[in-house]
């Protein structure tokens, strides 16, 4: 498909989806999340992918949901928009393929919001976060209020929801919000040569750490034990395991084919 909104480049496995509306900072109005949405399933489904990265255009990762729409929504609308934007970012959330927010700006409201949903947010040393949507007289509907006490725990996150205050790179680096601040420069370099890391290992395995680490959250320890072991027990019967442990043992390197 062809992108109005977007880029959607594939080098190496690794595809780089950036936010191209720059002239408003990337806002995800209808016509962004719609392409966004399409862009997630392409990332989903292309054989060619085997990682992602999200980023954005200009000065901004994403300044957030665009407010022109926000303004004057009916309560149905605004409830359609909410879900409507959480399930774009629960298919980022759940996707197989390991996706790293490369945070280059301004990361507001649905920006912060669409950082949290991937899976490692590595952030330029020029990256700002909030939740601002308080000062508008709005709460976060994107999944802020949720994924934010999960990642930062509960007294920080509501520090954020409430104030609408927006911290800069190092301050999110210190609560946890970002795995790593990098110079403007490198921000890009620094997401690949991760994901790089990351696709040298056995795909399978990878799918289900993903697997276990987000439906784990929400189990019982004993239950997400349970659900490891099986995971555990599952690869056991994949051609990766064998693959690995074997080159391990044959002191090479491995070559997983995601079997
Ligand atoms: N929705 C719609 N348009 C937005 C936007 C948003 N969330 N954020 C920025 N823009 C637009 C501005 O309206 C402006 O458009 P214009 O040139 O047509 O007037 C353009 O992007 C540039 O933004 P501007 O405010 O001029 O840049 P700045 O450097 O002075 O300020 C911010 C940057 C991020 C501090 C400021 O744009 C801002 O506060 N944005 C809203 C953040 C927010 O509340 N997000 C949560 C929404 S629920």
Redesign the pocket.
């Known amino acids: 498909m062809d992108y109005q909104f977007l880029t959607l480049e594939v080098a190496d496995r690794i595809a780089t989806l950036t936010i191209n509306r720059p002239?408003?900072?990337n806002?995800l109005n209808s016509a962004v999340l719609g392409e966004l949405s399409h862009a997630i399933d392409e990332i989903r489904v292309r054989e060619d992918i085997g990682a992602a990265i999200i980023t954005g255009a200009g000065r901004?990762f994403v300044?957030?949901?665009?407010?022109?729409e926000?303004s004057g929504q009916t309560p149905v609308v605004a409830k359609a928009r909410a879900r409507g934007g959480q399930d774009i970012f629960r298919r980022i959330e759940t996707c197989s393929k390991p996706i790293v927010a490369a945070i280059n700006g301004?990361a507001?409201?649905?920006g912060c919001e669409l950082a949290m949903a991937c899976h490692i947010r590595i952030a330029s040393d020029q990256a700002k976060f909030g939740q601002?949507?308080v000062?508008?007289g709005?709460c976060p509907g994107y999944g802020g209020t949720q994924r934010l006490p999960r990642l930062v725990g509960k007294g920080r996150a509501l520090q954020l929801l409430l104030t609408g205050e927006t911290i800069d790179a190092n301050e999110a680096f210190r609560i946890g919000l970002v795995n790593r601040v990098v110079h403007a420069a490198e921000l890009m370099n620094a997401a690949r040569e991760l994901l790089r890391l990351v696709l040298a290992n056995g795909p399978l395995a990878v799918a289900l750490c993903i697997e276990a680490a987000d439906r784990g959250m929400e189990m019982s320890l004993d239950e997400g034990l349970l659900l490891e072991a099986n995971h555990f027990g599952l690869l056991a019967a994949s051609e990766d395991t064998r693959e690995g442990t074997t080159a391990f043992l044959e002191k090479r390197a491995p070559s997983f084919k995601g079997k």
């Open positions: 002239d408003k900072l806002a901004a300044a957030g949901a665009d407010i022109k926000l301004f507001l409201g649905g601002p949507e000062k508008l709005l």
